[in-house]
């Protein structure tokens, strides 16, 4: 079946560092695939999507590129913030129209 | 913009007894879901609905029923709740199962804890 594979937390960063999460897929065919992010006692909120081979998606200063060669998703952002602490999930939604997540991240930021 | 509202924030149950989180959704959406979230393993999907009257199980749906009477509503109800189940629990909505380009509308959770 579909499924996400992210790099576990946590991530500890300064503020203006360069953010990096690694997310893979395995899936048949051709998912959309989808980062999320949790800030601390909330529910979850799209943060960028991508829904075919090559597509970037952005928002925020965060960007990820859909690679279907290495069937991956990394989320990167040059320069955070405290305010983007927070867990980051990726997922996919695949040939069954299910949502499937990773593990999940936990970043923080130190200013 | 209400969005998906769940109820309530925050229960504490014993073990054996029953309750319902309440899941209520104002955007039309025919497609809702219920996800735990457990640490390390992110969300896994216990039941979803294509639309009223249509429920199926997910990954995880032991010990969970759910029902859809209507558009808006998608109650999950635990039926003798278990420590196992203590878990941040989360509901979704998106316009329709076919519209996997779309993102996913969360509410806030429901934070259960079973004693």
């Known amino acids: 079946g579909d499924s996400v594979t992210q790099m576990e937390g946590p991530v500890t960063l300064s503020e203006e560092a360069f953010l990096t999460i690694n997310c893979t897929y395995t899936?048949?065919?051709?998912?959309?695939l989808f980062w999320y992010v949790q800030y601390p006692g909330e529910g979850l909120q799209l943060l960028l999507k991508a829904t075919k081979a090559d597509d970037k998606g952005s928002n925020k200063g965060f960007e990820a590129t859909y690679r279907k060669e290495t069937t991956s998703f990394h989320l990167e952002k040059g320069s955070v913030q405290v305010s983007d602490s927070a867990v980051y999930f990726c997922a996919l939604s695949g040939s069954d129209y299910k949502l499937s997540f990773g593990a999940g991240t936990t970043v923080t930021v130190r200013a | 913009n209400a969005g998906v509202t769940q109820t309530p924030k925050f229960q504490v149950l014993k073990t054996g007894q029953s309750m319902t989180l309440q899941c209520a959704q104002d955007?039309?959406?025919?497609?809702m879901s219920w996800y735990r979230q457990d640490p390390g393993m992110g969300l896994r999907l216990i039941h979803y609905s294509v639309g009223a009257g249509i429920t199926d199980q997910g990954e995880v749906p032991n010990g969970y029923n759910v029902s859809r009477s209507t558009t808006e509503d998608f109650p999950l109800r635990l039926l003798s709740a278990a420590p196992s189940q203590t878990s941040v629990y989360f509901c979704?909505?998106?316009?329709?199962?076919?519209?996997?380009?779309?993102?996913?509308?969360f509410g806030d959770g429901t934070r259960l804890s079973i004693l």
């Open positions: 979704a909505s998106r316009p329709s199962q076919g519209a996997r380009n779309q993102p996913q509308h």
């Open positions: 899936a048949t065919g051709y998912p959309s």
């Open positions: 955007m039309n959406h025919e497609y």
